[in-house]
């Protein structure tokens, strides 16, 4: 699948997209509550391993959108993806000391019991080969504070590409969804758009082409 080199794509839901316009934030999570206990239990043992007081992280996806992402890392008529341009974050992230990130690596069982004790520092980007269609980019936050539920990054609001709604919301939902994110103070011009992965007009005037509702396209 082509990678989308240039940004990455956070699912999340629409009262986090809000938090994150509004505080000019990128929140992170505590991974105990992940749905994948591999995951998991990696995080625990990194944790553990390096004496941490509190560790976090934040997912995204380097792919190009699809239904799986919608379905499995939003909850349906409450998700929105927000599109981050990679290399300013880069950038910052680069500065901060307790941060590391990048793409996750996707392991076989056989690969995973040759890991060794040199690969401490890449254990919270392991995952089971199982996840490979989720092209998934992960954040990192260490921390020698007692562990919390979040804990937040500055995000300028210019590292923000575009923030896709999904395509389950009602389109007059959306629309008001859109001006409300749109009223956020440094937002006015900022590009919101509701998915069309279950109803795009293009797909359908190709069906009525083929059924005889429309004559084909015409090619120069």
């Given at each position: 699948?082509?990678?989308?080199?240039?940004?990455?794509?956070?699912?999340?839901?629409?009262?986090?997209?809000?938090?994150?316009?509004?505080?000019?934030?990128l929140?992170?999570?505590?991974?105990?509550?992940?749905?994948?206990?591999?995951?998991?239990?990696?995080?625990d043992?990194?944790?553990?391993?390096?004496?941490l007081?509190?560790?976090?992280?934040?997912?995204?996806?380097?792919?190009p959108?699809?239904?799986?992402?919608?379905?499995?890392f939003?909850?349906?008529?409450?998700?929105?993806?927000?599109?981050?341009?990679?290399?300013?974050?880069?950038?910052?992230?680069?500065?901060?000391?307790?941060?590391?990130?990048?793409?996750?690596?996707?392991?076989?069982?056989?690969?995973?019991?040759?890991?060794?004790g040199?690969?401490?520092?890449d254990?919270?980007?392991?995952?089971?080969f199982?996840?490979?269609p989720?092209e998934?980019?992960?954040?990192?936050?260490?921390?020698?504070?007692?562990?919390?539920?979040?804990?937040?990054?500055?995000?300028?609001?210019?590292?923000?590409?575009?923030?896709?709604?999904?395509?389950?919301?009602?389109?007059?939902?959306?629309?008001?969804?859109?001006?409300?994110?749109q009223?956020?103070?440094?937002?006015?011009?900022l590009?919101?758009?509701?998915s069309?992965m279950?109803?795009?007009?293009?797909?359908?005037?190709?069906?009525?082409?083929?059924?005889?509702?429309?004559?084909?396209?015409?090619?120069?």
């Amino acid at each position: 699948m082509i990678q989308l080199r240039n940004v990455i794509r956070r699912y999340t839901s629409i009262p986090a997209v809000i938090d994150m316009l509004r505080n000019r934030q990128l929140t992170l999570v505590d991974p105990a509550a992940w749905d994948d206990r591999n995951d998991r239990y990696f995080m625990d043992l990194y944790k553990e391993a390096r004496g941490l007081g509190g560790l976090y992280a934040a997912c995204a996806a380097t792919g190009p959108e699809t239904y799986h992402h919608w379905r499995v890392f939003t909850t349906a008529a409450d998700g929105a993806c927000v599109e981050i341009f990679r290399e300013p974050l880069e950038d910052a992230l680069k500065r901060i000391p307790e941060v590391s990130f990048g793409e996750v690596d996707y392991l076989r069982l056989e690969e995973v019991e040759r890991l060794t004790g040199a690969d401490l520092e890449d254990l919270p980007f392991f995952k089971r080969f199982a996840f490979k269609p989720e092209e998934e980019y992960r954040i990192v936050v260490e921390t020698t504070q007692p562990q919390e539920a979040i804990v937040s990054l500055e995000m300028p609001l210019a590292w923000i590409g575009r923030i896709l709604l999904n395509p389950w919301l009602p389109e007059r939902v959306a629309q008001s969804v859109k001006a409300t994110l749109q009223e956020i103070d440094g937002c006015e011009e900022l590009i919101v758009e509701r998915s069309h992965m279950i109803e795009n007009a293009r797909w359908k005037r190709a069906g009525e082409v083929v059924v005889g509702l429309r004559p084909p396209k015409r090619t120069r």
